[in-house]
């Protein structure tokens, strides 16, 4: 089975106030330069695990950060060094994710020579005050024009990426933003409920009172709208969070939620080779220092509960987890060991048997973490 490459690039413009991913602020080429220099190194070095079958991949994603901040020859080394570690087979799937104002229609129009042939993009909302609390750098017509960049260079196949649940958002605002997102007609559509990080600006700002706390009901009610509008616009909910026109489902993405390998190189970049996790190096300075000294950034290696992880990962997705192919995989009766807690969840209404499935409930994918417990 193909494998999936992860490529984390971490520099933005800003650092958003939600966030907590590795990232940096970009400062200057140079180290920008510097850092692809090391995540080359990094990938040419790489020696597959013993247990992996081939060296075949058939998705590349570069996420962030910001990758679009990257120029078209970075890209392009990065790709090269990529293509040295691994064999890219069948209908490839190359995305990276772009943020409104950071690209040109040359810079896409150079990544779309390259083999980029799938965006991800990062608008969050229309609502300029909210794009002003998150600290995101650009406005409403900022993601707008850079849709149409992306569509005029030659990108068909585009995925947005919009929070339901930020602070002082109504049912209304998040209605305007649904809708205009589905005006544009992307092919792909990620919608997430805000999660509220520990040390970020955003949990220090809700934990002073200066933004209220998010408020759960009306969460559900954005999610029960979404999956209405999205499913009348033609789009197939495929995963908690995801939504696709037919065909344009996220290969890559589909690869961490059924547990398929996915090798991942840069700045806190976390591996999975079919048995082991492995994470690098968060601080992206000592990344580079440990990549130009030692080729490895390596700080964590586990061994996963490979069968927990698939129970809970396979639950994300809409099709729900075949107990019994599940029971043939890993010898477990789930609905025995786990008895008690999955009566507790189905009674909860969060949880549903279906002829042998065992599905989230709309209200369960909204409070799916309380599921998800059950398994970890």
Same mark, same amino acid.
């Given at each position: 089975m193909p494998a999936g490459v992860y490529l984390h690039i971490p520099f933005c413009k800003s650092r958003c106030s939600y966030c907590d991913f590795a990232t940096d602020v970009y400062r200057s080429s140079d180290a920008v330069d510097r850092y692809v220099n090391a995540l080359c190194k990094e990938i040419v070095k790489f020696q597959l695990p013993d247990n992996a079958e081939n060296n075949w991949?058939?998705?590349?994603?570069?996420?962030?950060g910001t990758p679009s901040l990257l120029s078209p020859q970075q890209v392009e080394r990065i790709i090269?060094?990529?293509?040295?570690?691994?064999?890219?087979?069948?209908?490839?799937?190359?995305?990276?994710?772009?943020?409104?104002?950071?690209?040109?229609?040359?810079?896409?129009k150079g990544y779309r020579s390259l083999g980029v042939n799938r965006a991800s993009f990062g608008v969050q909302t229309f609502d300029d005050r909210a794009l002003k609390l998150l600290a995101r750098g650009h406005d409403a017509n900022d993601a707008r024009t850079t849709f149409a960049l992306v569509r005029e260079a030659g990108f068909t196949n585009i995925s947005f990426d919009l929070i339901a649940g930020l602070p002082g958002q109504t049912l209304e605002d998040w209605k305007k933003n649904v809708r205009e997102a589905v005006s544009m007609k992307p092919e792909h559509l990620s919608l997430y409920l805000l999660e509220v990080h520990e040390a970020t600006p955003l949990a220090e700002?809700?934990?002073?009172?200066?933004?209220p706390k998010p408020d759960d009901e009306l969460a559900a009610s954005m999610y029960e709208f979404m999956i209405e509008e999205l499913t009348a616009a033609g789009?197939?909910?495929?995963?908690?969070s995801n939504f696709a026109m037919p065909g344009f489902e996220s290969r890559h993405n589909s690869?961490?939620?059924?547990?398929d390998p996915v090798y991942a190189f840069g700045v806190s970049a976390h591996s999975f080779d079919g048995v082991e996790r492995y994470a690098n190096e968060r601080d992206t300075a000592r990344y580079v220092e440990m990549i130009e000294t030692a080729a490895t950034a390596?700080?964590?290696?586990?061994?996963?509960?490979?069968?927990s992880e698939f129970a809970f990962l396979g639950l994300r997705l809409v099709? /729900?987890? #075949? &107990?019994?192919?599940?029971?043939? $995989?890993? /010898?477990? #009766? &789930?609905?025995?060991?786990?008895? $008690?807690?999955?009566?507790?969840?189905?009674d909860n209404g969060l949880l549903e048997f279906r002829a042998g499935q065992l599905v989230l409930t709309e209200r369960g994918k909204v409070f799916s973490n309380e599921v998800f417990s059950i398994f970890v």
């Open positions: 991949i058939d998705t590349i994603y570069f996420g962030g090269y060094a990529v293509d040295s570690a691994f064999l890219l087979m069948g209908a490839d799937e190359v995305t990276m994710e772009m943020n409104p104002a950071t690209v040109t229609i040359e810079s896409l700002q809700i934990r002073s009172g200066r933004q789009y197939r909910q495929y995963e908690i690869k961490y939620w059924r547990l390596e700080v964590m290696r586990e061994t996963i509960d490979v069968a099709e /729900g987890l #075949d &107990l019994d192919s599940y029971r043939l $995989r890993f /010898g477990i #009766d &789930l609905e025995e060991k786990y008895k $008690r807690e999955l009566e507790t969840a189905a």
